[in-house]
């Protein structure tokens, strides 16, 4: 990314703004915030996507590592099985980042997985795309 690790940190952890370039994300609201005793911060936020007809909420805990340059979300509640995902940042130089995104889901219903499953795919593929444009619009270029 033509962006610092810190920045790209920040626009990763700043959930609130997501229903405002984040693929499928409709609405996101933050139920709880806390810091922890080793300097991570926490938070459990629900997230409504949506495609045409469908729409689903989830929750999910955020960990936010700011020392390590890590963001682990785990899913607790909604139409998964499972879902987990994990960002990390590294620096290249003081103005460039490579940024890493991991992903792992399943849904809970076969019918949702087969209407929900490829459009799923389809925009986290678009997630590089949408937050390097989202980090070029808030930093510059």
């Known amino acids: 990314m033509n962006h610092s690790a810190e920045d790209m940190?920040?626009?990763?952890?700043?959930?609130?703004?997501?229903?405002n370039f984040v693929p499928l994300c409709q609405s996101l609201s933050v139920r709880g915030r806390r810091?922890?005793?080793?300097?991570?911060?926490?938070?459990?936020?629900?997230?409504?996507v949506a495609y045409r007809f469908i729409r689903e909420t989830f929750t999910s805990r955020v960990v936010l590592d700011r020392a390590n340059r890590t963001i682990f979300v785990e899913y607790l509640d909604g139409p998964f099985r499972h879902m987990e995902n994990r960002w990390?940042?590294?620096?290249?130089?003081?103005?460039?980042?490579?940024?890493?995104?991991y992903i792992n889901y399943e849904f809970k219903s076969r019918a949702l997985s087969a209407v929900m499953g490829s459009v799923f795919d389809r925009a986290f593929r678009k997630f590089a795309t949408a937050f390097e444009e989202r980090a070029d619009e808030v930093y510059g270029t």
């Open 9 to 19: 940190f920040d626009l990763v952890a700043d959930v609130e703004k997501y229903p």
């Open 88 to 101: 990390t940042f590294k620096p290249v130089d003081d103005e460039h980042s490579e940024v890493g995104f």
């Open 35 to 48: 810091e922890q005793g080793d300097g991570t911060e926490v938070l459990v936020a629900d997230m409504t």
